[in-house]
């Protein structure tokens, strides 16, 4: 074959390849190409199947971190299907998935409708709406730092609603009485 077709150049019927061999045209030699088979369209994909892979040969630590990764993974792919559900119960220091902060936590508190959660992190996550027991935990820790609109806010509750429980609880706002005029 000449250096022509076998880079892959394309030749005219004028053009003359040259051999090392001899110094004539291989125009003539295209009908002497060996011919392939056809391939046939019924042939299926190679399936891979298992046991027939090569695998390398690892070493005892190195096997040992392997077989520890594989479980944490099936461990993490096992957890995250199960995230966070306020309609459940959980039982404190179940370890949940919480889907909002991407994170792992601790439960530190759980009542029916409500559930909040020690993340990773060391910050807090909460779901659902508070229970009345925790409320007054809440406005308790928070009443000297918070005004009892923020509170409210947060407790998902109105103002009215919220001076009434600080009322209920016996806790009162001292603050600087209107001058009168």
Do not use: W
Request: aromatic residues 4%; charged residues 40%.
């Amino acid at each position: 074959m000449s250096e022509a077709r076998a880079i892959g150049e394309s030749m005219g019927d004028d053009s003359v390849a040259l051999d090392d061999d001899d110094n004539d045209t291989d125009l003539e030699d295209d009908d002497d190409e060996v011919e392939r088979p056809e391939r046939s369209a019924s042939r299926a994909p190679a399936l891979r199947v298992e046991g027939e892979e090569e695998e390398e040969e690892l070493s005892p630590e190195a096997e040992a971190r392997l077989v520890a990764i594989k479980r944490a993974a099936a461990r993490i792919r096992r957890v995250k299907k199960a995230a966070v559900d306020v309609s459940r119960t959980y039982r404190l220091g179940q370890r949940v998935f919480d889907p909002a902060a991407q994170s792992f936590g601790r439960v530190v508190f759980a009542a029916e409708g409500y559930v909040r959660l020690e993340l990773s992190d060391g910050s807090e996550s909460a779901h659902g709406k508070p229970p009345l027991e925790d409320r007054r935990a809440f406005v308790s820790a928070n009443f000297e730092r918070m005004d009892n609109k923020t509170m409210a806010d947060i407790l998902d509750i109105s103002v009215h609603t919220m001076r009434r429980l600080c009322h209920e609880y016996g806790l009162k706002r001292h603050g600087k009485s209107k001058a009168s005029a």
